[in-house]
Nanobody, 113 residues
Framework: QVQLVESGGGLVQAGGSLRLSCAVFGITVKWEVMGWYRQAPGEQRELVASMTTGGSTNYADFVKGRFTISRDVAKNTVYLQMNSLKPEDTAVYYC???????WGQGTQVTVSS
């Protein structure tokens, strides 16, 4: 069974930074396409960033240059470094493996202006 446990969210002022973590159980992040998603109130869940098995990364235009996805294979954990945060980044953030339907509980990120 796949389990994803997100952490690292919180309240931060605009311009600040947060680092999200996603501990993954049941699969190996090195062999999966992993992604970070977010869902703001009243909005659909959207893809923020992804990383392929080869380590290539892709970002939504609205986070390019500000967010960085990475992984630690030894810890089987995926990270999302978020810099220059904006109020519009406020959302619940989730990680997910592309080939699986499991979602974690998410972690709340709130950016104040």
């Amino acid at each position: 069974q796949v389990q994803l446990v997100e952490s690292g969210g919180g309240l931060v002022q605009a311009g600040g930074s947060l680092r999200l973590s996603c501990a993954v159980f049941g699969i190996t992040v090195k062999w999966e396409v992993m992604g970070w998603y977010r869902q703001a109130p009243g909005e659909q869940r959207e893809l923020v960033a992804s990383m392929t098995t080869g380590g290539s990364t892709n970002y939504a235009d609205f986070v390019k240059g500000r967010f960085t996805i990475s992984r630690d294979v030894a810890k089987n954990t995926v990270y999302l470094q978020m810099n220059s945060l904006k109020p519009e980044d406020t959302a619940v953030y989730y990680c997910k493996a592309q080939d699986y339907t499991y979602w974690g509980q998410g972690t709340q990120v709130t950016v104040s202006s």
